[in-house]
């Protein structure tokens, strides 16, 4: 399976500030990547697709980039509510073979 | 849209169960599905993945073998049955979809899962 590394595993960051979290893969995984976002005690949520599109309702403040083995999401401007855990997750295969990066806990600095 | 999974439950080793996912507020009929679990403080490992006819179904290797998803289209309704359960299938269930994105798998909604702890 594709393995997906994280990094930081936590990054404290002042409101305000902005925010940078790498995702890599063992291998090319294309565009073929997402990014969720998981506030405590609630379901993951849909943030980037396809490595840079954002989904419907996520704010400009959330970008992401990259292709192959290395992406970013970059979230500028911290918001209270941008406090929480990010996990990238691949889904480059056919039949399926989906897997996530252990996760950036973003905190308040 | 709405998905609301129930079933969750404390059991024994080696014992099994039945998880229930139902939609609403959309045509759950023409979506693939996908259940996703969380084992606590941990992250998150995806679980099986079905088509919107159920045709084609899809496991992980953790589960392979032990693990059956299935729906009913009809009830608006995603199942799955896991038998043999061990410590490691502990955790939350999601059941997932994606409707708009062009993959099955950027899933953009979830249940809020329920949960399934395995002990002895």
């Known amino acids: 399976d594709i393995v997906m590394t994280q990094s930081p595993a936590t990054l404290s960051v002042s409101p305000g500030e902005g925010a940078t979290l790498s995702c890599r893969a063992s291998?090319?995984?294309?565009?073929?990547l997402a990014w969720y976002q998981q506030r405590r005690g609630q379901a993951p949520r849909l943030l980037i697709y396809?490595?840079?599109t954002r989904a419907i309702g996520i704010p400009a403040r959330f970008s992401g980039s990259g292709s192959g083995t290395e992406f970013t999401l970059t979230i500028s401007s911290l918001q209270a509510e941008d406090f929480a855990i990010y996990f990238c997750?691949?889904?480059?295969?056919?039949?399926?073979?989906?897997?996530f990066g252990g996760g950036t806990k973003v905190d308040i600095k | 849209v709405q998905l609301v999974e129930s079933g969750g439950a404390l059991v024994r080793p080696g014992e099994s169960l039945r998880l229930s996912c139902e939609g609403s507020?959309?045509?759950?009929?023409?979506?693939?599905m996908n259940w996703v679990r969380q084992a606590p403080g941990k992250g998150l490992e995806w679980v099986s993945y079905?088509?919107?006819?159920?045709?084609?179904?899809f496991y992980a290797d953790s589960v392979r073998g032990r693990f059956t998803m299935s729906r009913d289209n009809a009830r608006n309704s995603l199942y799955l049955q896991m038998d043999s359960l061990t410590a490691e299938d502990t955790g939350l269930y999601y059941c997932?979809?994606?409707?708009?994105?062009?993959?099955?798998?950027?899933?953009?909604?979830w249940g809020q899962g329920t949960l399934v702890t395995v002990s002895s």
């Open positions: 396809g490595a840079s």
């Open positions: 997932a979809t994606s409707i708009n994105t062009p993959s099955d798998f950027a899933v953009d909604y």
């Open positions: 997750q691949q889904y480059k295969h056919w039949p399926p073979r989906l897997t």
């Open positions: 507020g959309y045509a759950f009929g023409t979506y693939s």
């Open positions: 079905i088509t919107n006819s159920a045709n084609r179904v």
């Open positions: 291998q090319s995984v294309g565009t073929n």
